[in-house]
């Protein structure tokens, strides 16, 4: 064998572990089989070729591998005691973030139809050809990498589309979307679900004094003061111009007022500085609600606005329940 370092992963399962002069760009590979020489010597290989490679004797030594490493690429023998390399295939599709290549000397029991539909990305035949090998995990990785890029490209522009660009809150078409959402699942476990609109007061002004630069600027700092009062279930949206609103699942009027008093306060104390040094204050009006069962959302949201409304006709700056007629005294 080689001189090699190799240095053992874990006590528990003999992995050993061939690595490349410490490159943590190197693809991570486990190469699985019961016939030591033959996971010794492709790691051997693949190690001089410039990656980082584990090998495991067992389908169940891979698997508790998986548990502690991250691993890129799987290469395992079909047929191996206990878990065999099909049903390896299988789990690791289902549970790990990892691609497999399938090694077999029996053509005539296995196809390669087999092993793509239990997850495999490649199959290939003993005696296995090192070069062949190489050439097959080079283009698996290539795949893996682009698949990658094609989920992030995908995540952004989902991202992209619920987003208001300037805040970065969730925009009024999400809105709609996570609060038809949240209302069926209150009435499913007869939660509460409460909702605030908020709107800054005289912000026409505030844009025609300072330009529209400013406004967005409180705007932006508007958005971050509201999201950092929030809870992980709730989520905030910017409503529309100087319009936001928050959806407070699990959350009952009295609690959700609460929250609205935290955040009018908040905004009331930031101090705004323009660009030519003057200082300046935003206050909000905020409306709120709860939701009654099997309510139509439109109604809820007209609601809230009616309690928006009430804020600014009652001196701005204020904070204003609205419950639905059927419960006022």
Do not use: C
Not at 98 to 115: H, L, N, R
Request: proline share 2%.
């Amino acid at each position: 064998m080689s001189s090699l370092a190799k240095e053992p992963i874990s006590e528990k399962n003999g992995s050993k572990r061939l690595d490349t002069a410490g490159r943590s760009d190197a693809a991570r590979l486990l190469i699985v089989d019961d016939d030591l020489a033959i996971t010794e010597a492709i790691a051997e290989f693949m190690a001089r070729s410039g990656y980082v490679a584990l090998t495991a004797a067992t389908g169940e030594e891979a698997l508790d591998q998986l548990e502690t490493d991250d691993i890129d690429v799987v290469i395992t023998d079909i047929m191996m005691p206990g878990i065999d390399g099909l049903e390896l295939t299988g789990k690791i599709s289902e549970e790990y973030d990892a691609d497999v290549i399938v090694m077999t000397g029996y053509g005539g029991d296995y196809s390669y139809e087999e092993a793509v539909q239990k997850g495999a990305s490649d199959f290939v035949f003993k005696p296995i050809r090192f070069e062949e090998l190489l050439l097959r995990l080079k283009r698996v990785l290539r795949e893996r990498r682009l698949s990658r890029e094609r989920r992030d490209m995908l995540g952004k522009l989902k991202e992209l589309a619920i987003t208001d660009d300037l805040t970065k809150l969730y925009n009024s078409r999400h809105f709609y979307q996570q609060l038809e959402l949240e209302a069926d699942r209150a009435n499913r476990y007869e939660n509460p679900l409460a909702l605030l609109l908020l709107d800054i007061d005289f912000f026409k002004q505030y844009n025609d004094s300072h330009g529209h630069l400013e406004g967005d600027r409180v705007l932006v700092r508007l958005g971050e003061v509201i999201r950092s009062l929030l809870r992980k279930m709730d989520s905030a949206y910017r409503y529309g111009g100087e319009e936001f609103t928050v959806i407070l699942p699990e959350t009952n009027a009295r609690e959700a007022l609460n929250v609205a008093q935290r955040i009018r306060r908040a905004v009331e104390q930031e101090k705004f500085v323009t660009a030519e040094g003057e200082k300046s204050q935003v206050t909000i009006s905020i409306g709120v609600t709860e939701y009654q069962r099997n309510e139509d959302v439109k109604s809820f949201i007209n609601r809230s606005d009616k309690a928006m409304y009430r804020s600014k006709i009652e001196g701005r700056n204020k904070v204003s329940l609205m419950v639905p007629e059927s419960e006022e005294e």
